[in-house]
Structures are given as structure tokens and as C-alpha cells.
């Protein structure tokens, strides 16, 4: 991945909190859901709960997913999906949606058509509270679908090759 000079945050958790901060102002309802492989990333889910709660305060805007909802099923519903950098962009994609990213991926570098990727704090602030268009082509959802399925082969793959995964959840 090139180095971006852009980075509108320091970290993961300094995107997390200005975003919390931001969607306060947000006359549109949010909901956050974990990532399901979060304690492989060395969070601790229930501090992560707790600070996010913290964060929300008496928000009514903006609340934490109880359950185990697919991403299927919130992919057909949103009107928006905000990922530091996770692959639920290329899925989003596939569905026909652009995500909001704010740190490179397969899409900011492959199919950058297929996502939001702002440059300026006040372009991601717009991004989150104004109104998208946020559909894309036929021939880009077929892009990302294409992307979906190149990873998919390849980490299928491993074992043929005698690779291991980065993560594994065993």
C-alpha cells in the first residue's frame, strides 16, 4: 500500500471517536457493529463497548448493534456504511453501494469508483452528514464481485501453496 500523506487520523481509535462526535450532529440514525474478528485484533470488546457508550452519551442518534446481525441484511438496508479500512467497503460495493473509507484498501486502490476516500476532514464531515448517491455502476459492482472473488481464491488457496492466514482464529 503507498504511503498516504492524507491520513485524516492518527489511529483507528482517533477515527472512531471525531466519527462518534461527528454522527452527534447527524439528523440520520447509526448504528455501529464490531468487527466479528475484533479480539484477533487485540480489542477488548467489552472496554470497547463501554468507551463507545461513553462516547454516544445521551445521543438517541446513534446506537450499538445488540445482535449478531449478517452484513447481508445491513448491506440491503443502509443508507450508509463507514469503515476505517475493512473489507465490509468491498462487500458494500458488491452490493451496489459506495462505502466511506478513510485508510486505503483493495478499493481505494483497485476501484476507487466503488468508494468514498475523502482527502480533507471537512470531506468526510459532508460525506457523513449530508445525503448520498451513493449507488454505482453495473460495471463496477461487477468489479468489486470480481475482487470479492480473487480473495476469496487466493486465501482458499493457502494450503495448496502451504501458506498460513496472518490471522488465525484458532
Known sequence: IKNYNHQLFNHYYDWLIKTINI??????????????????????IDELKSDINFLIGSSKNIEILKEKIPNKEIF????????????ASLEYAAFGKKAIVVYPNVLTERAPNCVYFPS????????????????????HIKKAQDLI??????????????????????
Do not use: A
Not at 30 to 40: C, T
Not at 149 to 170: A, H, K, P, W
Open 149 to 170: 472473488y480473487m480473495r476469496d481464491l487466493i486465501l482458499s488457496s493457502q494450503n495448496d501453496v502451504e501458506g498460513s492466514r496472518i490471522y488465525q482464529t484458532t
Open 23 to 44: 454522527l452527534k450532529e447527524s439528523n440520520e440514525k447509526w448504528y455501529i457493529k464490531f468487527h466479528p474478528l475484533s479480539n484477533i485484533y487485540g480489542e477488548n
Open 120 to 139: 480533507k476532514m471537512e470531506d468526510y464531515k459532508q460525506l457523513l452528514l449530508k445525503n448520498l448517491n451513493n449507488s454505482i455502476s453495473k460495471n
Open 76 to 87: 440491503k438496508n443502509c443508507k450508509k456504511l463507514v469503515t476505517y479500512s475493512g473489507t
